[in-house]
T-cell receptor, first 114, second 112 residues
Framework: DPKIIQKPKYLVAVTGSEKILICEQY?????MYWYRQSAKKPLEFMFS???????DNQTASSRFQPQSSKKNHLDLQITALKPDDSATYFC?????????????FGSGTRLLVI | GEQVEQLPSILRVQERSSASINCTYE??????FPWYKQEPGENPKLIID?????ERKQIQGLIVLLDKKAKRFSLHITDTQPADSAMYFC???????????FGTGTTVSVSP
């Protein structure tokens, strides 16, 4: 059973549209993260949330907005999509009080913007 | 933001030889240094880690060395096998024990 669920697995979007990437974790973790992986920048850190509060934002563009409706959810809304946004987006989670040794990745959402 | 440098980007070795990957980090407060292996089409998976209170750690054929003074750590894969072919990422804990910051990755190719 996957402990971190990311939906959808594959996503094709039209330039200028808006999409939401879903992430749910069932590991009892209190911190969640988003990373982007492309050929240009492997595993680029985007956001971190802890107890549903934004802890760190390394994404320059406001087109990327994380949304946490529950403590085990961290979705990623992307607006005004561009072809350069094409990448695999990984969600991860950990328990902050355990020193990150249980840092776990979801299976990713592969986004293609045409 | 904080950066982790990783070299080489590509590493080709013969089966049963050793493979070494080196990383350097910026933040002297970093205290956790994991290594992840990523197969094509898969997510990154933790293979070994080391904390700042250690200098060396070994799990079977994987050895991690940490030099805090030089802010450098390395992964050594001994007795490589074709199954070790993958992308490898080093990482360091960001300040405040928050998100992991990853290196740029090393593609390891082990030929029979």
């Amino acid at each position: 059973d996957p402990k971190i669920i990311q939906k959808p697995k594959y996503l094709v979007a039209v330039t200028g549209s808006e999409k939401i990437l879903i992430c749910e974790q069932y590991l009892g973790h209190n911190a969640m993260y988003w990373y982007r992986q492309s050929a240009k920048k492997p595993l680029e850190f985007m956001f971190s949330y802890s107890y549903q509060k934004l802890m760190d934002n390394q994404t320059a563009s406001s087109r990327f907005q994380p949304q946490s409706s529950k403590k085990n959810h961290l979705d990623l809304q992307i607006t005004a999509l561009k072809p350069d946004d094409s990448a695999t987006y990984f969600c991860a989670s950990s328990h902050r009080d355990r020193g990150n040794s249980d840092y776990t990745f979801g299976s990713g959402t592969r986004l293609l913007v045409i | 933001g904080e950066q982790v440098e990783q070299l080489p980007s590509i590493l080709r070795v013969q089966e049963r030889s050793s493979a070494s990957i080196n990383c350097t980090y910026e933040n002297s407060a970093s205290n956790y240094f994991p290594w992840y292996k990523q197969e094509p089409g898969e997510n990154p998976k933790l293979i070994i880690d080391i904390r700042s209170n250690m200098e060396r750690k070994q799990i079977q054929g994987l050895i991690v060395l940490l030099d805090k003074k030089a802010k450098r750590f390395s992964l050594h894969i001994t007795d490589t096998q074709p199954a070790d072919s993958a992308m490898y990422f080093c990482a360091a804990s960001a300040k405040g024990g928050r998100a992991l910051i990853f290196g740029t990755g090393t593609t390891v190719s082990v030929s029979p």
